[in-house]
């Protein structure tokens, strides 16, 4: 239906990023020797050498920087996340498309569902120490914000916004094939069978037991950042608790939990 489409795209975003770059020009003007962001550790971070230092700046500020200022969205890397996310799907669903020729589109979806989650993000992250680089306040920094998984997968996300503002969609596509697609073994990431809700299903209906009853335990933070957390019950029984910041994901991380206690409790 859309013919060579997977081709056309790098020109549609080459079309929208000067926009971006415009408007983001608009909000900057902070000479670069006054930045609280170094050239030379951004450029040791993506692994390039970079252009327009300000973007990175942007990139690596947390919010909680910014508290109690009204345009903290614009301010903090919460837009670049935006964009970084929109790229980065691209790059891995390009990658995919053209590394398993011979699968069909829901294989291709759930291969890369696995490959830009928020874990596999935050390893990505870690894998090349961001948290160190991450602007954020001391209270944040205090209670592990440099450990978050959270807080490390937006900056990943935002740096790849960047990095495609500054520098292009081919730098960003290094960028993510250095960090998060040449060390992965893809065939092997995806016979992986990570529906830990199914899994536990299957569980219980192998023992003759009634089938896994969800709950949302509690709720926490603003409604644009909530977290959920879920317990999974067995029988009646809590067999498992999970946390995130959907329901969904917090509730195949409960049947993760049950699972391993259910299986641990046999041996």
Avoid: C
């Avoid at 508290?67 to 996340?81: F, M, P, T, V």
């Avoid at 894998?127 to 978050?148: K, Y």
Wanted: aromatic share 8%; no cysteine.
């Amino acid at each position: 239906m859309y013919g060579n489409a997977p081709f056309l795209v790098p020109a549609f975003l080459d079309s929208i990023r000067a926009a971006w770059r415009q408007r983001f020009h608009r909000e900057r003007g902070q000479p670069e020797e006054d930045r609280a962001v170094g050239r030379a550790d951004v450029e040791a971070l993506v692994a390039t050498p970079v252009g327009d230092l300000a973007l990175y700046e942007r990139a690596l500020t947390h919010r909680s920087m910014l508290r109690g200022r009204q345009d903290s969205h614009l301010a903090s890397n919460e837009r670049l996340e935006f964009l970084g996310d929109a790229v980065l799907g691209f790059v891995v669903g390009e990658h995919l498309y053209h590394h398993f020729s011979d699968k069909d589109e829901g294989f291709l979806t759930r291969l890369r569902a696995k490959l830009v989650n928020g874990q596999a993000l935050a390893r990505y992250a870690d894998d090349i120490d961001l948290g160190a680089h991450v602007l954020m306040s001391e209270n944040m920094a205090q209670s592990d914000g440099r450990d978050n998984p959270t807080i490390l997968a937006d900056a990943y996300e935002a740096l790849i916004g960047a990095l495609y503002l500054d520098l292009g969609l081919d730098a960003a596509r290094d960028f993510i094939e250095q960090t998060a697609l040449e060390e992965i073994d893809l065939a092997a990431l995806a016979r992986r069978h990570d529906n830990y809700k199914s899994l536990l299903l299957e569980y219980a209906q192998s023992l003759g037991w009634p089938q896994p009853v969800y709950r949302v335990a509690s709720e926490e933070g603003p409604s644009h950042r909530k977290t959920f957390t879920v317990e999974v019950l067995l029988k009646g029984e809590a067999q498992g608790t999970g946390t995130a910041n959907s329901k969904k994901k917090a509730e195949q991380r409960a049947a993760r939990e049950a699972l391993e206690h259910l299986k641990g409790n046999e041996q």
